[in-house]
C-alpha cells in the first residue's frame, strides 16, 4: 500500500493501523495537509483483529480513497476537451462560412462535431477529412478520395488522397477553418502532418485556423530520436522527437513560433484549450483515434511497436489486438501465435493474411507499468531483430522515415544494446525540451 494512502487513512480515520500483521508506518499526531505525505516516525505490529474492526467501520471510505489516493487514476475534475466548451468557440464562429477538419474522433460527447455544429445553426461549407476518412474507416494507408457525407449532406475533401494540403479552390469563401482531432502524440501518427498542411494552407488565404484541443494520451513523457529534416514525409515534418509530450494545440503553437510553415509564413491560430488537463495526467481516449488502435494499451505501446512498421515484423493488423502483439511466420515457437485476417474497416490486407505468426503477446502490460516507466522500449524490436534469422530483410525502406534518420537502423545492425542506443538521444532530448517549453499550455510533467 503506498505512502500517500497510508497518509490518507491515517487522515482519515486518525489511527496508526494500516495493515494487519505487517510492518506499519505511525504517522504523526498533529494536524496535516492531504499532500504532505513525508512524515515517518517509526514501525508497529498490529493484530488482524483490530485491523478487521477499522476497515469494518470505514469500508466505504476506504474504497473512495483507494481511487483518490492512487496518482495515475487520480483526477479531481473532470477533464473537458476544447469541443465541449462551445462557449469559447461559437462567438468566434457565428454568422461566418466555416470548414471542418474532422474523424470520427471529432466529438462533443457522443455526438459528432459536425452534427453539433450543424443543430447550433453553423454555416458549415465543406469538411475536410485526414488519413482513415471521415468516419475513420479507411484502413492505413488506404487511399481516400472527396465524396459527400450521406448524413450532412456536406462535401467531404479527402487530405489523404490525390493532395494532402487543401488546395485554394478548396478554400475559396470560407473564412475560418475548425480543426479537431484526438491525436496520440506520436511523430508518425500523421494527424499533425494534416495539421501542419491544413495550418500551411490557410496562412496562405489569410484565414484563421481554430484548433478544438484534446489531451495527449501519451503526453506525460517524451523519448526517441530527433527527425533529421533530410528525411521529412508525412509520417514526419518537423525536428522533434518520435514521442514530443505535447497537445495538436501546443504543437500548432510550435509550428507557428519555429516558423516551420513553407517560406516561413504563420498562420493565425486560436486553441482552445482543454480545462483540467495536465502532462502528468494518464488520460484514457473515450474512443479509439484510430482503427488499429483500439485501446489505451494499444496507444501506449503504440511509440514502442510502431517501428515494426518499417521491418518485416507484423503488430497485429488482421487480429483483434493490433499494436498489442507482434511476431512472424519465421520467429521461432514462443508458446504465443496468432493469423491475421481481413478485417473491415481496419486492415483489408494485413500482412501475413491467413498465416501462423509465432510472437510475442504484450497485452497484460498495465497503464501503471507505463507510468513507471516512461519511455519508448527498444527491447521488442532489438530481440526481434536478433531472433529473425534473413538480416538483411528485416528492415524495409519505411524504418528510416518512421525513425527519423537512418542512426537507429545502423545501432541495431551494430548490436547496440537499448541503453546505448537512448543515452544517444539525451543530448538533443534536452535541446528539444527548452524549445518546447515555451509553448506549452498545460502543467508540466517535470
Not at 508525412?234 to 513553407?262: C, D, R, S
Not at 495526467?281 to 488502435?293: A, F, Q, T, V, W
Not at 520467429?331 to 491475421?340: A, D, H, K, R, V
Amino acid at each position: 500500500m503506498s505512502l500517500q494512502l497510508n497518509t490518507l487513512l491515517h487522515f482519515l480515520y486518525r489511527t496508526d493501523v494500516i495493515i494487519p500483521n505487517q510492518r506499519c508506518l505511525i504517522l504523526p499526531k498533529k494536524p496535516f495537509s492531504v499532500p504532505n505525505y513525508f512524515y515517518l516516525c517509526e514501525f508497529v505490529y498490529f493484530s488482524k483483529e483490530y485491523f478487521t474492526t477499522l476497515m469494518k467501520r470505514n469500508l466505504y471510505a476506504l474504497a473512495i480513497v483507494l481511487l483518490i489516493a492512487n496518482p495515475i487514476y487520480a483526477q479531481k475534475e473532470k477533464i473537458l476537451v476544447g469541443a465541449e466548451q462551445t462557449s469559447l468557440y461559437i462567438p468566434l464562429i457565428n454568422h461566418k462560412k466555416i470548414a471542418v477538419v474532422a474523424n470520427h474522433s471529432s466529438s462533443i460527447g457522443k455526438v459528432y462535431l459536425v452534427d453539433s455544429l450543424i443543430s447550433l445553426k453553423i454555416k458549415i461549407k465543406k469538411i475536410f477529412c485526414p488519413e482513415h476518412g471521415f468516419r475513420g474507416e479507411g484502413d492505413a494507408g488506404e487511399y481516400i478520395r472527396n465524396y459527400t457525407d450521406k448524413k450532412t449532406g456536406l462535401p467531404v475533401i479527402s487530405l489523404y488522397g490525390s493532395h494532402k494540403k487543401p488546395l485554394a479552390k478548396d478554400l475559396k469563401g470560407i473564412e475560418v477553418v475548425i480543426f479537431d482531432m484526438q491525436d496520440v502524440g506520436v511523430r508518425f501518427y500523421t494527424y499533425i502532418s494534416t495539421m501542419h498542411y491544413v495550418m500551411e494552407a490557410c496562412a496562405e488565404q489569410s484565414i484563421t485556423v481554430i484548433i478544438l484541443d484534446r489531451p495527449n494520451p501519451n503526453g506525460f513523457y517524451i523519448d526517441g530520436p530527433i527527425l533529421d529534416t533530410t528525411y521529412r514525409s508525412f509520417v514526419g515534418l518537423h525536428p522533434v522527437p518520435l514521442v514530443h509530450g505535447m497537445t495538436i494545440g501546443e504543437y500548432a503553437q510550435m509550428i507557428n513560433g519555429e516558423k516551420w510553415l513553407k517560406n516561413g509564413i504563420q498562420c493565425k491560430v486560436v486553441v482552445i484549450p482543454c480545462k483540467n488537463y495536465n502532462h502528468k495526467m494518464m488520460y484514457s481516449l473515450p474512443i479509439r483515434p484510430s482503427p488499429n488502435l483500439p485501446n489505451q494499451t494499444s496507444v501506449l505501446l503504440y511509440p514502442s511497436l510502431g517501428f515494426f512498421e518499417g521491418t518485416c515484423i507484423s503488430v497485429g493488423r488482421g487480429t483483434d489486438f493490433p499494436f498489442q502483439i507482434f511476431g512472424h511466420p519465421s520467429l521461432p515457437n514462443t508458446g504465443f501465435s496468432y493469423i491475421p485476417v481481413e478485417k473491415i474497416g481496419a486492415s483489408k490486407n494485413p500482412p501475413f493474411k491467413n498465416e501462423k505468426c509465432n510472437g510475442f503477446d504484450l497485452r497484460e502490460y498495465s497503464v501503471k507499468y507505463f507510468k513507471d516507466n516512461p519511455r519508448i522500449n527498444l527491447d521488442w524490436l532489438l530481440f526481434a531483430y536478433k531472433m529473425f534469422k534473413d538480416k538483411k530483410s528485416f528492415f524495409n525502406n519505411f524504418f528510416v522515415n518512421l525513425s527519423g534518420t537512418p542512426e537507429l537502423k545502423k545501432q541495431i545492425e551494430q548490436g547496440l544494446d537499448a541503453e546505448t542506443i537512448s543515452k544517444s538521444w539525451a543530448k538533443p532530448l534536452i535541446a528539444f525540451k527548452k524549445v518546447r517549453k515555451k509553448y506549452l499550455l498545460y502543467p508540466d510533467f517535470e
